[in-house]
């Protein structure tokens, strides 16, 4: 049945390999879904949308009004317009009327201490701080993507390792019990081989557990379901030196750019704040017209052109505390953007360390499954002739698996650990030629 299946399968799918998935497909489908790199792209455009509040103050501002409605008026002058019989004026000198009222008013701003250019430039920082975010954001989880892409295929070949073992196994079993029908062999060496063969099937089980385990995270963090990965290459243009690699992080990773740009909005706000100590000038023009107004019939026009000055002396101390605590802020932001540098620089140093101990590791590791091979190419032959005893074989054999294992293990945490470098130094998705738009 199982095998109908996968025959079903081979012949639905094409023969160019149309629905494999590579590791940069995988990367974009992470970048096209994930939430946070969602939420990330919209906090992006509301800072700029502030920066660009920001901005308008230097727009002149127009301000439109225009009212009608009934008046009802009761003063001197509606008082003193009653009728007048035999002297005495008659009425409760409430005078009604249709009052209308229209004006324009464009006001205009000269100057304000540069409150307005701190805080354009303020803006303006904060906006690339959240660029740098949403790149670190982008960044980190494309490189989860990537770690979740070689550890399906880590898994996978595992699986493949545990069945060759089991196969290895069986063979053997199949071998002792022939000794054993010809009075070579022992029951003993029978029972050890079935039991070292339920052992290696437990591991295949175990095996594929975890390989549907690693789908599932690929899944959760990519958004689709792996389909026929194929096995990428490392990362290609890596830095050729610790120092350079270094060098690289400083000027392009995400998160101290935004520390950096933070920094700058800092610095901004603390000028800003100094503003409130400067007197504030304005360009007001104004013209109205009202007509019907407080009990008068008709209509009153009027035109202005003010320059007026605002400086304010006095607020309870508020501006100074204001200033003292931009001042705060900006020497807390330069304290954790070194913080940050000193981080970036450690990170970067370790996963160097870390891609330059698996590769030394590597060399032994293979190293240890080719020796493996032939003590178990040895001791099979040891066996027929008597000088090996099966549970040297049955040892061998596990051993060649764990070997394996190790090696295909250290093989992706090489690879992962390239790709780690460009993450660690803001290079990710260059390196990879992968857009994050």
């Known amino acids: 049945m199982v095998r109908r299946i996968l025959l079903f399968f081979i012949v639905l799918s094409p023969l160019n390999g149309t629905f494999a998935q590579t590791l940069e ?4 489908a992470t970048l096209r879904t994930n939430p946070d790199i969602l939420a990330g792209k919209h906090n992006v455009e509301a800072a700029l949308q502030l920066r660009r509040q920001a901005k308008g103050a230097y727009l002149p501002s127009v301000d439109l009004v225009v009212a009608g409605g009934e008046e009802i008026s009761n003063n001197t002058t509606t008082r003193a317009a009653r009728p007048n019989v035999g002297g005495v004026s008659v009425g409760d000198g409430d005078f009604r009327l249709f009052r209308e009222e229209k004006s324009l008013k464009i006001t205009q701003l000269l100057y304000d201490g540069f409150s307005t250019i701190n805080l354009i430039k303020q803006q303006t920082a904060l906006t690339d701080a959240a660029m740098a975010r949403l790149t670190s954001v982008q960044e980190n989880i494309s490189l989860r993507a990537i770690q979740v892409y070689l550890e399906v295929l880590r898994r996978d070949d595992v699986v493949v390792l545990a069945i060759e073992n089991l196969r290895h196994h069986e063979d053997t079993l199949r071998k002792i019990r022939e000794r054993f029908e010809n009075g070579v062999g022992t029951k003993v060496d029978v029972v050890q081989t079935q039991g070292r063969r339920a052992q290696s099937k437990g591991n295949v089980l175990l ?24 096995k990428p290459d490392e990362a290609k243009g890596l830095p050729t030196t610790l120092d350079q690699a270094i060098e690289i992080a400083n000027r392009n990773n995400p998160g101290l750019q935004a520390a950096e740009a933070e920094l700058e909005a800092a610095v901004a706000g603390h000028k800003q704040a100094l503003a409130a100590f400067q007197p504030r000038f304005d360009l007001e023009l104004g013209a109205t017209r009202n007509k019907d107004t407080d009990g008068s019939p008709g209509g009153n026009d009027d035109e ?53 101990d698996i590769l030394v590791r590597l060399e032994y590791l293979e190293a240890h499954v080719t020796s493996t091979e032939e003590v178990l190419k040895v001791y099979n032959e040891q066996l027929s002739l008597g000088k090996r005893t099966l549970l040297d074989l049955l040892d ?19 690879m992962f650990a390239s790709y780690r470098v460009h993450a660690s130094t803001g290079r990710l998705l260059s390196g990879m030629n992968i857009s994050a738009d």
């Open 207 to 230: 095996s594929q557990r975890d390989a549907k385990n690693g789908t599932a995270e690929f899944y959760r963090v990519i958004g689709e379901n792996p389909n026929d990965l194929v």
């Open 25 to 28: 497909e995988a990367v974009v």
């Open 396 to 414: 061998v054999q596990n051993e060649l698996l764990r070997a394996k294992v190790a090696y295909i293990t250290g093989q992706y945490i090489a």
């Open 304 to 356: 202005t052109a003010v320059i007026r000055m605002t400086y304010n002396l006095y607020r309870g101390g508020a501006d100074k505390a204001r200033l003292n605590e931009t001042q705060a802020r900006e020497f807390a932001t330069r304290e954790a953007v070194r913080s940050i540098k000193r981080a970036v620089e450690e990170d970067v140093t370790l996963i160097w360390n870390e891609l330059d």
